[in-house]
C-alpha cells in the first residue's frame, strides 16, 4: 500500500473495531484506540478478558460476533498466528467489514490473501495512529505527536 491507499482508507472509514484492545492506559492498543476515538472514528474495543470494562465510553465486547453492524475496519491486536482464525470470522460476521489493518509485528500472507479475494484491503505491519499522524502532518520532532515544539535547545 502506498501513502495515497492509507490516506485513502484513514479518510473513508468511520467506524473501527480493535481487537484486542486493553483496558490498561499505558498499553499500545489502549492509548491507539483512543487515539482514533478522538479524531472522530466510532471505535468498539473487542477483547474477552476485559468484557463488559469500558474503555473511553465503550462497552468492550467479547467477541467481533458481538459488534453492530456498520463497522468498516478491523484493527488487529493480535500475534499473527492467530490472524487466520480472526480473519475467518470477520469474514464471516462482519458484512461492512472493508479494511484488515494488523498493527506493527502483525502479518499473514495467507490470510490477507484469503481477504483480498473477498474484496477487503488489508493493511499489515502498520499502525493506524502513527499512519495517521504522518500523513495528516501531526508528527513532530523524534516521531511523536508532542503538541509543542521548542526551538530552544537544552
Not at 23 to 29: E, H, K, L, M, Q
Not at 128 to 151: D, H
Amino acid at each position: 500500500m502506498d501513502d495515497s491507499d492509507l490516506k485513502r482508507i484513514l479518510t473513508g472509514t468511520k467506524t473501527v473495531a480493535c481487537l484486542g484492545v486493553s483496558p490498561n492506559p499505558v498499553r499500545p492498543s489502549y492509548f491507539v484506540a483512543r487515539y482514533l476515538s478522538l479524531r472522530g472514528f466510532t471505535v468498539h474495543p473487542v477483547n474477552p478478558v476485559a468484557a463488559g470494562q469500558r474503555i473511553f465510553g465503550r462497552e468492550v465486547l467479547s467477541s467481533l460476533s458481538d459488534l453492530p453492524a456498520g463497522v468498516q475496519m478491523l484493527d488487529v491486536f493480535r500475534r499473527s498466528e492467530f490472524v487466520p482464525e480472526i480473519v475467518d470470522e470477520a469474514l464471516e460476521v462482519m458484512p461492512d467489514l472493508r479494511v484488515i489493518w494488523m498493527q506493527i509485528g502483525v502479518q499473514h500472507e495467507g490470510a490477507a490473501a484469503k481477504a483480498r479475494a473477498r474484496g477487503i484491503e488489508v493493511v499489515m505491519n502498520r499502525c493506524p495512529k502513527i499512519e495517521y499522524q504522518r500523513l495528516f502532518g501531526e508528527l513532530r520532532m523524534g516521531g511523536f505527536a508532542t503538541g509543542v515544539i521548542s526551538s530552544k535547545r537544552r
